[in-house]
């Protein structure tokens, strides 16, 4: 059965849930109720009782709840958790860098198969066992060939734009953006946006006024 | 003179004008008016013009609007770039790893100074040059020694919640926090959450939604 899409907010709940259910499962719990979900996150069991109905292919039975099996299954699937995409990823700096290293997006179904930068002395190297190309070769002909379909930017801000035009042009669908910049692409393709910078100013900030209030 | 707090939307926007701000700069402006800011970014002119005036040291001059460097600087001082935070990181795994090696926290104000782990085959290791200690050893003499204020969670979801109590306990005053759960700590105590697996998730998602919808 087609489920209707799902907001952003109950996206987001998911992966709470997906933590819950493999505590309860490692506890050795088969069944689980929107109730006991609720309790754990801390959240409305009438929210709760919705988002697993949405995301749910198996019925729940009365008094019972449904199997936590089923429901880490289903959310995986949703969250794309279980089936890999292979993602090339530009700007081969010291973020692009540690993210080549890092092997836990394997878990999340995300795998970098190659990076790409414009500087001469990387391309040709491999970093993180992976080989990086120059930017010149990010074409629709090489991303076909890495069977690619995500595109993650770590480039500075000032040359993020000029990086997903060359991504759209090169018919990448969806693009994880770590630039601190708003990216301007076609509707056909996704944009998630995420910004280090700015959640530690968040945090800074929130330290610095407290800090401020004190003295 | 004292500021208004931020909310955390206009926090949010000030590393778009910080990037806008040093693009401007270094193709040779020296002032900038609220409405130039407003158009690069794609932003309402009198959002933009209350957010310049809620972060500015300094008046504008009419018809010439403000200092571009002045901008920067009252920007940087607010997001804690310009002044450098100590911070310890609990979880020396995968990301954890990737995070003691990146050297790219130190532009926005945050150097990592030491690492924690439960692993007994990594603590008296180095890692990325930092020095990576047992978490028995992590309490409110080591953070005073290390002179940090931060905290960085790199742990797995269900380990996280303890390792927020220990640094509650350490006497840390923010935490950084990379594990998909929602941590229960005291009021004096900051959170900022961010979650790589989330963002990727929505990602995935809407490409799964959208190639249902076209097959």
């Known amino acids: 059965m087609r489920k209707a899409k799902l907001t952003k907010n109950q996206l987001h709940r998911l992966p709470e849930y ?4 493999k505590n309860l499962e490692s506890n050795g719990l088969k069944t689980v109720n929107s109730q006991t979900l609720a309790d754990c996150l801390d959240l409305n069991n009438e929210l ?20 936590i099996v ?14 890999i ?42 970093v993180g066992n992976k080989p990086v190309y120059d930017v010149s070769e990010l074409t629709e002909e090489k991303i076909k060939e890495l069977n690619a379909h995500i595109g993650i ?6 040359a993020a734009q000029v990086v997903a035009d060359t991504l759209v042009k090169a018919k990448i669908q969806g693009i994880w953006n770590f630039a601190p910049t708003k990216l301007n692409v076609p509707d056909n ?8 910078a700015t959640s530690l ?15």
Do not use: C, M
């Open 201 to 215: 100013a968040v945090l800074s900030y929130e330290l610095y006024f407290r800090n401020e209030k004190e003295n």
């Open 189 to 196: 393709v996704i944009v998630s946006n995420i910004n280090l």
């Open 18 to 21: 997906l933590w819950v259910l």
């Open 85 to 126: 995409s292979n993602a090339i990823l530009v700007g081969v700096g010291s973020l692009g860098t540690a993210f080549l290293h890092y092997k836990g997006f394997e878990d999340f179904g995300l795998k970098i198969v190659a990076g790409f930068d414009s500087n001469p002395l990387l391309s040709g190297k491999e």
């Open 153 to 158: 930017i770590t480039v500075p801000g000032y």
């Open 70 to 83: 089923q429901l880490i299954s289903d959310i995986e699937t949703i969250l794309g958790f279980n089936t």
């Open 48 to 67: 709760v009782r919705k988002d697993i109905a949405s995301i749910s292919t198996e019925n729940g039975v009365p008094n019972k709840g449904r199997k």
